[in-house]
T-cell receptor, first 113, second 113 residues
């Protein structure tokens, strides 16, 4: 069974530029999560989807961050414009219906210069 | 509100020695408990989890953790560590009614040869 796929793995951009991350969850997993992980810290939830619906986006900085999951499968997280403080690892995770265990992708390491 | 505390940011230990990584949580409701491992430059992998039943849970690579409800702890142990166990270990908790994970700050396990 394929795991959670994320791309790109690494991204270096200059501040004020836009950036997008893509995630394909495990097949059959209807719940998808985006996390941000700063160096030396645990992951911080940005947004959670149940199918196409964003059911928890309370921690998403909506002035510059946006996310979509149009067909309830893969998802895109965008930052526009990026700031220096956005440098972090962006993790995508998914879980099966009514299951408590989340499975993580390898993450995208973002460096904003 | 839920919270997870991992008291040790780093734990150095000699190869083949035993190790314990501590995790304490606070919650007013019943919880699920998880340990995830993050190897250098990789995503988070589920190591083991406690959902219900036996309070002692084991992983396939020799780690074990014991749920102690009275002490609200879920410490991770291994009787003999190997150099390949070098990684960062994260404890996480979620409520039975809400699968949102609350994370500890992580503990880096450093294996000394």
């Amino acid at each position: 069974e394929a795991g959670v796929v994320q791309s790109p793995r690494y991204k270096i951009i200059e501040k004020k530029q836009p950036v997008a991350f893509w995630c394909n969850p495990i097949s059959g997993h209807n719940t998808l999560y985006w996390y941000r992980q700063n160096l030396g810290q645990g992951p911080e939830l940005l947004i959670r989807y149940e199918n196409e619906e964003a059911v928890d986006d309370s921690q998403l900085p909506k002035d510059r961050f946006s996310a979509e999951r149009l067909k309830g499968v893969d998802s895109t997280l965008k930052i526009q414009p990026a700031e220096l403080g956005d440098s972090a690892v962006y993790l995508c995770a998914s879980s099966a219906p009514l299951q408590e265990t989340q499975y993580f992708g390898p993450g995208t390491r973002l460096l904003v210069l | 509100a839920q919270s997870v505390t991992q008291l040790d940011s780093q734990v150095p230990v000699f190869e083949e020695a035993p190790v314990e990584l501590r995790c304490n949580y606070s919650s007013s409701v019943s919880v699920y408990l998880f340990w995830y491992v993050q190897y250098p430059n990789q995503g988070l992998q589920l190591l083991l989890k406690y959902l219900s039943g036996s309070t002692l849970v084991e992983s396939i690579n020799g780690f074990e953790a014991e749920f102690n409800k009275s002490q609200t702890s879920f410490h991770l142990r291994k009787p003999s560590v190997h150099i390949s166990d070098t990684a960062e270990y994260f404890c996480a908790v979620s409520e039975w009614s809400n699968y949102q994970l609350i994370w500890g700050a992580g503990t880096k396990l450093i294996i000394k040869p």
